[in-house]
């Protein structure tokens, strides 16, 4: 018995509900003022819109229909649930916010930025930080979030029942801290910044390579700490790194979502506008003297921008610029990265040597790209059968459909001696 084709209304609904996930939840944790009980309602309203919806015309605003819905059934839980009987004086703050006439979607403006200095405050574990700011802004499932972060999904769900907690617990702040309390999260909201950038420019899962909506979601969150911390040169380091990296979101993919690599993208394709936003951001955050990781990043894809083509990329000037990064952060990652662009300033045997020198690979051994770039450099090597294993390994660790075509089509092409 085959399986039933998806249902295409479902399927739409389902796009809207993770596009405005983060908006919504955002504004009814401010409401409500308890992550389980916003994410509960949130969960009801999205069940509501799955019976309602299908077959009618779509809400004019989807995310204020569902924060509507949402706000009614938190009320009814509260009415009807012995544990908030209690909390009469907090009812009653909710009816007359429901009561209040106005457009539900003008209530989400910036509450996102509550909900992630809420999520990055440093009384919780640094994980725990950016997987609930994942959770709950980027409107990931645990699943995806347990494998950004290479964990089981159990664990990974402990992990976000025991933040939860841990915010209610210590009666931690819905708020936009003063700017005296911003240098201790701000590292943390940059990170959570760049990974929900990350999941939507190389999604680790699912049918596409790239989620638009998380990049852009990712960029926009970006904006609004540039604007509130402009003398934060990091901060304007993470914008341009992303502002350049998504300038290339277009041409990294054919019509049929098969993935481009860089060396064969159509360069034309490429967002001038990005590029030129994210290289003045780039300047104006070096001249603060203050280099840090996000800025030295951006000045690696700035270099790619700049170049015409593949073969007249500046791959040493790259390779240079991992190795500081290398200094600044050091992590196998950056060690690997660095023995990539070696691999075209050098030779693909000079890239080799180097990848040895990284010793026992330790967490590389589950690392898709670790596997996926050995095997690209073992190819040009003209090493066949190591390179066949390599391939193997990274398909092994592929969950991206998008991102193991591109694998199976390598590693055919040297099964077959092309």
Sequence with gaps: MGTAAPDPAHAAIEKIVREEWGRVLATLVGYVRDFSVAEDVLQDAVVAALQHWPGRPLPDNPGGWLLQTARRKAIDLYRRDNRFKAKRDELARMVQVEATPEDPGEAMVDERLSMMFTCCHPALAEQARVALTLRALGGLTTTEI???????????????????RKIKAANIPYRVPPAHLWPERLASVLSVVYFVFNEGYEASSGQSLTRGDLCEEAIRLGRVLVDLAPDEPEAAGLLALMLLHDSRRSARSDPTDELITLEHQDRSLWDREKIVEGERLLQAALRARRPGPYQVQAAISAVHASAASHATTDWEQIRLLYRKLGKIQPSRVVHLNEAVAL??????????EALDRLGDPGVLERYQPFW??????LRRAGSRDEAVDAYRRALDLTRNAAERSFLE????????GD
């Excluded at 089981?152 to 933040?163: D, K, N, S």
């Excluded at 075209?344 to 045997?349: D, K, L, R, V």
């Excluded at 996926?372 to 450099?377: S, T």
């Excluded at 089509?409 to 077959?416: D, E, P």
């Design 343 to 352: 691999s075209f300033s050098a030779g693909p045997e000079a890239a080799l």
């Design 372 to 377: 996926a770039a050995r095997a690209d450099i």
């Design 409 to 416: 089509r390598r590693l055919a092409a040297l099964l077959s």
């Design 146 to 164: 347990a494998r950004a972060f290479l964990v089981p999904e159990t664990t990974m769900a402990q992990r976000l029942v025991r933040a939860r």
